[in-house]
DNA sequence: AAGGTTAATGTTTTT
DNA sequence: CATTAACCTT
């Protein structure tokens, strides 16, 4: 490799971008702003490591948290390199220690084909374990032991190494003997759950000199993505494979951590200098993504948190100037926030704005709802990020179970799972005896089901059901090794009757269920083995989201972590629901910079156009509530801001809009002052105010005109759904 | 053992 | 309001 000219992958980048690709050797810290070119960064970082013959792609490990943060990588180190570079340790934290855990799995009492467990396994565990233990699980709550043992397994703690006064919270103070209880059931039945992952792994680097001294070796260099988003097991695992070589480099952005409450901690960042002498620190400012006004609003209000690493976002477009404010919009309620966002949506469509790059980011999910209805009655496109994942459909959980359960005939979680799905009239009380069985027996659910049917310990209907399913395990197990695994699973699929159910199922969704069963089956043929899709189907497997249509985007904010928009609305700026109210219940200052580096993802991701409204009244579950704007409004700097109510608002409640926009008011004073205001939000009767040939809107209808007016009642003309006599309550004047 | 009824409970979520 | 899990009835 050349020194003098350098190549055109290190000329494309800016000075700071190429001292962080460039500064190989030794721990380097890279701080990047939103759309600094953080991915770019790491991407070239990976390909000019391989090109200047300092590693084999195989001695450099680089870690993200997500499977697309990993292929994107992928897929940019190979466009860099001309080819697909192989046998890259290039994944997840938890894939990355699956395959090593693999190897190792037998210092933590393991086998090397030990089953993951999702979430819902782990939760059917934990109750089984609590229920054994006679806690009262009304009481207390299996999820809330759930996420103490997750903590706990965020923090590298096994049981043994959680201190007796962490203990005395949960069922009397007995968390910690139940987390031991748990683990030990994931150990009888092979199992790990996905902290397990991480925690196993780190527990055996720690304390197996040899397997670690081996991984040092092995990899020169370490490469870390969203560094501001790792838990501390996850910064251990990182500590001890890095102390071999030292040539590690995380990037991260403690401005956008917004995962606490699953674990992370931004201190990752601080602790990086201490344990690492002489870290070198590159800062990334030069944003490329956003026009200024945006950067400028997004600056001013994150400006707003302590205890920053401090970093400043400078516009590196060309055109970043000339762009437009930002704009804030007061609306009377949520129907009218959702009306406004539909209709400037409809106005971008008009005017050629594709609709892929115009997205609806909300707090919380079930904030989505509203904007789809919205959409719908517009009939814009529209696709909703998020949601359930493949895997965690219920029919391919079933299909997975019951390969889990032929693989694996001691997953019991596997065999409880399907045991009565198809329906086979096996119900509690002989599921009781099965579970008795098995612990007097010391063995397994399935071989004591086995034993029962030998015995006579089960009778009529169920003993056939029973001995038609485990014949079935007993043959499809051995068809695995003659057949193969696709042919095996598709056969094993009708004969258990599973397929059969859902083509009986006269549900809406049946159809859709054999579909996703058949894309299942067809997945299975990319992979070797059964048991290599298995590990893929629990930590990789997404949506397909191959439609290629152009649709708005609608999704929490941290779904939107990573993307941009042109367009992005950012709907429900209410106090309480933005800031979330549990969020600062539950953690006071910290959960507020939370909600408001949120704030800050949510306004950064848009490059040319941001829109945020708050509305004044909103339907809280049943009733009707007033909310007031968030704070987080009155944090954006006025200069680039545009303020803009909607005429009801303006009509309806003078003050309310005064005193929300201009933001001059102490919070504490703030508050009961607006709701005084609020407390009769009854909007005036406007019958006579809605004259023959107005142009109204309809919540369900959609648009269209007045044709004639009796007291309450209006006849109206609907675009879409025809002729219609409404309450003039339900139409707005447009 | 299955289906219907009531009561509780409403953030964010990758792996 | 609307979803879901626990509970009760047949």
Redesign the pocket.
């Known amino acids: 490799m050349s020194i003098t000219a350098a190549p055109d992958y290190l000329t494309r980048l800016n000075p700071e971008q190429r001292a962080a690709v460039e500064t190989v050797d030794g721990p380097l810290l890279v701080l990047a702003g939103a759309g600094t070119g953080k991915t770019r960064v790491l991407t070239t970082r990976f390909a000019h490591i391989l090109l200047t013959q300092r590693a084999f792609p195989n001695q450099v490990l680089a870690v993200t948290?997500?499977?697309?943060a990993a292929r994107e990588m992928r897929d940019r180190v190979a466009a860099i390199l001309g080819s697909p570079a192989e046998g890259l340790w290039l994944g997840?934290f938890?894939?990355l220690c699956a395959r090593m855990l693999r190897r190792h799995a037998e210092h933590v009492g393991l086998a090397s084909n030990f089953t993951i467990l999702?979430?819902d396994d782990q939760l059917r565990l934990l109750k089984q374990v609590m229920e054994a233990a006679r806690v009262d699980i009304?009481r207390w709550v299996p999820p809330a032991l759930m996420s103490v043992i997750q903590r706990w397994k965020d923090r590298g703690l096994t049981p043994e190494r959680v201190s007796a006064n962490e203990d005395t919270d949960f069922a009397n103070g007995r968390a910690r003997a139940l987390y031991e209880a748990y683990q030990a059931r994931l150990r009888t039945l092979n199992a790990a759950d996905?902290g397990d992952l991480l925690l196993h792994m780190t527990e055996i680097l720690r304390s197996q000199p040899d397997i670690l001294a081996d991984y040092h070796r092995r990899f020169r260099y370490i490469l870390v993505d969203e560094y501001q988003d790792t838990n501390l097991v996850q910064y251990l695992w990182l500590r001890l494979l890095a102390q071999g070589h030292r040539n590690i480099c995380c990037v991260g952005d403690d401005d956008q951590s917004i995962y606490s409450?699953?674990g992370a901690e931004v201190e990752n960042i601080l602790r990086f200098e201490k344990d690492f002498e002489n870290a070198r620190i590159v800062r990334l400012e030069s944003n490329y993504r956003s026009t200024a006004p945006i950067l400028a609003a997004a600056s001013g209000l994150i400006a707003h948190n302590e205890g920053r690493l401090g970093k400043t976002l400078r516009p590196g477009r060309q055109d970043a100037q000339t762009g437009e404010k930002v704009t804030v919009v007061g609306l009377w309620d949520s129907d009218e926030e959702g009306r406004m966002v539909g209709d400037r949506i409809e106005r971008l469509r008009h005017d050629g704005h594709p609709l892929a790059e115009i997205a609806i980011l909300v707090?919380?999910?079930?904030q989505t709802r509203s904007f789809e209805e919205r959409l719908i009655t517009l009939g814009v496109p529209y696709r909703v990020v998020?949601g359930l994942?493949f895997y965690e459909r219920a029919e391919i959980r079933d299909a997975i179970a019951y390969m889990r359960a032929t693989v694996q005939p001691a997953d019991d979680l596997a065999f409880e799972r399907i045991v009565?799905v198809p329906?086979r009239?096996?119900?509690?009380?002989?599921l009781r005896a099965m579970h008795e069985a098995s612990r007097s027996l010391g063995v397994p659910l399935a071989a004591a089901a086995g034993h029962l049917l030998e015995n006579g310990g089960l009778k009529g209907r169920?003993k056939e059901a029973i001995g038609t399913l485990l014949r079935g395990f007993a043959r499809w197990r051995q068809m695995l090794d003659v057949d193969g695994h696709v042919v095996t699973v598709a056969t094993l699929l009708d004969e258990s009757g599973y397929t059969e159910m859902w083509k009986q199922d006269k549900s809406a969704e049946a159809p859709g269920r054999l579909e996703n069963l058949k894309e299942l089956v067809r997945a299975l043929a990319d992979f070797e083995t059964l048991s290599g899709f298995l590990d893929h189907v629990s930590?990789?497997m997404?949506n397909e989201e191959r439609a290629e249509t152009d649709r708005v985007s609608l999704?929490?904010l941290?779904?939107a972590k990573g993307l941009e928009f042109d367009t992005v609305f950012l709907p429900g700026w209410e106090e309480g629901i933005f800031p979330?109210q549990?969020?600062m219940d539950?953690s006071g200052n910290k959960?507020l910079e939370e909600?408001r580096r949120l704030a800050y993802v949510g306004l950064t991701r848009a490059r040319r156009r941001a829109i945020v409204s708050h509305a004044s009244n909103r339907r809280i579950?049943?009733n009707w509530q007033a909310s007031v704007p968030s704070r987080f409004l009155d944090e954006l700097p006025t200069e680039h801001i545009e303020h803009t109510g909607s005429a009801a608002l303006a009509r309806d409640n003078r003050i309310a809009a005064a005193t929300s926009f201009t933001g001059q008011f102490p919070l504490v004073a703030r508050r009961p002052r607006v709701i005084d205001v609020w407390e009769q939000p009854s909007r005036p009767a406007r019958a006579d105010q809605i004259p023959i040939g107005a142009r109204v809107f309809h919540t369900k209808f959609g648009y269209g005109t007045v044709t004639a007016a009796d007291d309450d009642k209006l006849d109206v003309r609907f675009e879409t759904s025809g002729d219609k006599r409404v309450l003039d309550r339900f139409v707005e004047r447009v």
């Open positions: 948290f997500t499977n697309k997840t938890h894939a999702d979430s009304k996905f409450w699953r707090r919380a999910g079930y998020g994942r009565n329906r009239g096996v119900g509690d009380a002989a169920v930590l990789v997404e999704m929490t941290h779904g979330n549990r969020s539950e959960g909600e579950y049943a």
